[in-house]
C-alpha cells in the first residue's frame, strides 16, 4: 500500500542524546515535511524539502537537522535532545511543494525527551 | 502575523447536524484545506476550496468566502466515528500552509 512510513512509532529518550526519525515515502511525491503537533498549538513546520537534494527550513527549525539524499528518505535529526522537543512528529509529502494538493501524512513519531 | 482561528471544542449529537468555523488573516490567500484528525492518528484530507461557495462531499461540506476571510466545515448525519479534531489550513501567497489548532468534536449518543 502506498504511503508514509515513520520509524519509530514511539521513543524516550534522555536529555542530550542524539536521535535521528526515519520517513520514507513511496508515492514519488517531490515535497516533504516535518511538522510538530503539540497540544493547543496547530502543526508547526520544522523543515522541508522541495525536491531531492534541497531542504529549507519551516517555522521552528532549531534544534533539528534534515536531509534529503533522495526522493524517497527524509530523516529529522535532533542533535542533542532537550525536553521542550518532546512532541508528536509527522513526517508529510505531497506532489510539489506550492501545489494546491493534498498532504499525505506518515502515522506519527511519539518523542520524549526527559 | 499570520492568524488562523477555530473553536477549541464542541460538543453535538448523534445524526445532528453541526458547523465547524475557521477564520484566518494571512499574507495572501491560495486556497484553504480541511483535515480530520483521530486521537492518535494522523491528520487526512477532507476538502480543498480555493473560490468562494460550497463544496459538497457526502455527509461533508465545506465553504468559503475570500472577501470574509472565512470558512466553514459542515457534517450532516453525525455518527459516532466522526468524533475527532479538525483542521484548517491556509496557503498563503508564499505557497506556505497556515495552521489552526484544531477543533475537538465530541458525538453523543
Known amino acids: 500500500i502506498a504511503g508514509i512510513t515513520q520509524a519509530p512509532t514511539s521513543q524516550i529518550l534522555a536529555a542530550g542524546r542524539r536521535m535521528t526519525l526515519r520517513c520514507t515515502q513511496d508515492?514519488?511525491?517531490?515535497?516533504m515535511y516535518w511538522y510538530r503537533q503539540d497540544l493547543g498549538l496547530g502543526l508547526r513546520l520544522i523543515h522541508y524539502s522541495n525536491t531531492a537534494g534541497t531542504t529549507g527550513k519551516g517555522e521552528v527549525p532549531d534544534g533539528y537537522s534534515v536531509s534529503r539524499a533522495n526522493t524517497d528518505d527524509f530523516p529529522l535529526t535532533l542533535a542533542s535532545a532537550v525536553p521542550s522537543q518532546t512532541s508528536v512528529y509527522f513526517c508529510?509529502?505531497?506532489?510539489?511543494?506550492?501545489?494546491?494538493?493534498?498532504?499525505?501524512f506518515g502515522e506519527g513519531s511519539r518523542l520524549t525527551v526527559l | 502575523g499570520q492568524n488562523i482561528d477555530q473553536p477549541t471544542e464542541m460538543t453535538a449529537t448523534e445524526g445532528a447536524i453541526v458547523q465547524i468555523n475557521c477564520t484566518y488573516q494571512?499574507?495572501?490567500?491560495?486556497?484553504l484545506f480541511w483535515y480530520q484528525q483521530h486521537a492518535g492518528e494522523a491528520p487526512t484530507f477532507l476538502s480543498y476550496n480555493v473560490l468562494d461557495g460550497l463544496e459538497e462531499k457526502g455527509r461533508f461540506s465545506s465553504f468559503l468566502s475570500r472577501s470574509k476571510g472565512y470558512s466553514y466545515l459542515l457534517l450532516k448525519e453525525l455518527q459516532m466515528k466522526d468524533s475527532a479534531s479538525y483542521l484548517c489550513a491556509v496557503t498563503d501567497s508564499n505557497y506556505q500552509l497556515i495552521w489552526g489548532a484544531g477543533t475537538k468534536l465530541i458525538i453523543k449518543p
Open positions: 494571512t499574507s495572501g490567500f491560495n486556497g
Open positions: 508515492m514519488r511525491h517531490n515535497a
Open positions: 508529510a509529502s505531497s506532489e510539489d511543494r506550492g501545489s494546491t494538493g493534498e498532504l499525505f
